[in-house]
């Protein structure tokens, strides 16, 4: 498969990932707060004000603990993440609550959940994924198609991630040729090479 091939499907599956993450996450809140609207009406008081307790406790521990040493962590502010243990403390609680109450369909509907997460659907593509041969394995002509198809792709891209993607394939075919036939490849730069330029006549068949 061509590099320009490969890279516009890579963009159009980043795309579709990004717009399946928002829809998930539209789907949880609406999941969590239809739980907990639920959990108002159906459980007894003491399991919602255990449920606001432990949340005020996961809250207030998730603050004190809080520190941008850990780099994950360092990308939200003490805040954000008090409130999303708290958040997820008060609702988990909730939720299994409503679990004893209403049966398994709940359980099931958070495993749903679970299963097509975007983390674990990238990991089911990435699964079905037919390997793709690496540059060393591709014959000089390939090589040069690559370089040549990767120009086009780039042009197209629509994302700045998209773009970083094809300069750094870009970057490592022009390693690999530069390896493969040192001379040739200083002569093709020699010329006046472009970056729409193709360096096959000036390098040895491998």
């Given at each position: 498969?061509?590099?320009?091939?490969?890279?516009?499907?890579?963009?159009?599956?980043?795309?579709?990932?990004?717009?399946?993450?928002?829809?998930?996450?539209?789907?949880?809140?609406?999941?969590?707060?239809?739980?907990?609207?639920?959990?108002?009406?159906?459980?007894?008081?003491?399991?919602?004000?255990?449920?606001?307790?432990?949340?005020?406790?996961?809250?207030?521990?998730?603050?004190?603990?809080?520190?941008?040493?850990?780099?994950?962590?360092?990308?939200?502010?003490?805040?954000?993440?008090?409130?999303?243990?708290?958040?997820?403390?008060?609702?988990?609680?909730?939720?299994?609550?409503?679990?004893?109450?209403?049966?398994?369909?709940?359980?099931?509907?958070?495993?749903?959940?679970?299963?097509?997460?975007?983390?674990?659907v990238r990991w089911y593509s990435g699964r079905g994924r037919t390997r793709r041969a690496t540059l060393p394995e591709l014959s000089t002509a390939e090589l040069c198609r690559q370089w040549r198809d990767s120009y086009d792709a780039l042009r197209r891209a629509t994302s700045d991630a998209h773009r970083l993607r094809i300069v750094l394939e870009r970057q490592r075919c022009l390693d690999e040729l530069g390896r493969r036939d040192p001379d040739g490849f200083q002569a093709w730069l020699a010329s006046a090479a472009s970056a729409a330029g193709d360096p096959e006549r000036f390098l040895k068949s491998q």
């Open positions: 498969m061509g590099s320009g091939r490969f890279s516009d499907a890579e963009g159009t599956a980043d795309a579709r990932m990004a717009l399946y993450r928002s829809a998930w996450w539209g789907f949880c809140v609406a999941f969590i707060v239809l739980c907990v609207a639920a959990a108002l009406l159906l459980l007894p008081v003491d399991i919602v004000l255990l449920a606001v307790g432990l949340a005020a406790a996961a809250g207030a521990t998730a603050a004190a603990m809080y520190s941008r040493d850990n780099t994950w962590i360092a990308r939200w502010s003490r805040l954000q993440v008090s409130v999303v243990v708290a958040a997820l403390a008060g609702a988990s609680t909730m939720i299994l609550g409503l679990i004893d109450v209403l049966g398994n369909t709940v359980l099931w509907l958070v495993l749903l959940l679970g299963v097509s997460s975007p983390p674990a």
